[in-house]
């Protein structure tokens, strides 16, 4: 059990992290006032071999939805703006260093210590982990310029319950994503 201890200890600090990392940057000089219609980019970084991916239909319903409550209208035909989707996992490796087992289980540094002191705080353990990293990148372009003028990622763990059921986790990272969007929904705005 005491081996044990650093690697559940990083595990509870894992799970306590909450969503994906979210970062935006725009175009400062962009009016976005002045973009009424959106539409997508053709083909979406996230369509496969002239085929739109299942990923591919739940980003632009969560974007659609994020667009359309901030008075923006869907269009096939001519868009001010053009939405485009990138999605990349990567396998990631982590090592943390967490206070050693021997600090929590009465045992000291080598035994010895046992009831008496505990060791120096320098005797931390290092556990090393793997997981996968998603990136998600949304990027609006200004379809006349045919330049990018917002772009939002969320960084974050999956795993494999987030694969399981992608259609929320997809969901919860596209509001988060445009929760930093320059145009905010008119009942945010009040």
């Not at 087992?101 to 000291?108: A, D, P």
């Not at 996968?132 to 006349?144: F, H, K, P, R, Y």
Request: proline share 6%; charged share 20%; with cysteine.
């Amino acid at each position: 059990m005491r081996r044990y201890l650093p690697l559940i200890f990083a595990m509870l600090l894992t799970a306590c992290a909450s969503g994906p990392k979210v970062r935006s940057d725009y175009d400062k000089t962009t009016n976005f006032s002045q973009f009424k219609t959106f539409g997508y980019a053709t083909p979406l970084g996230t369509d496969r071999e002239g085929y739109q991916t299942i990923v591919t239909q739940h980003l632009k319903a969560a974007t659609r939805r994020e667009l359309e409550l901030r008075g923006f209208q869907y269009t096939e035909t001519a868009p001010q703006l053009l939405v485009n989707f990138n999605v990349k996992l990567s396998d990631k490796i982590r090592a943390d260093s967490v206070p050693s087992s021997s600090m929590y289980m009465g045992r000291g540094y080598y035994g010895y210590r046992a009831g008496y002191y505990s060791p120096w705080p320098m005797y931390d353990d290092t556990v090393v982990s793997t997981y996968t990293e998603g990136t998600l990148n949304i990027d609006l372009i200004d379809a006349a310029r045919k330049q990018m003028i917002w772009e939002g990622v969320a960084i974050g763990s999956v795993t494999e319950k987030t694969l399981a059921n992608l259609q929320p986790a997809l969901d919860g990272s596209v509001t988060a994503i445009f929760k930093k969007f320059p145009v905010a929904p008119p009942a945010a705005a009040k």
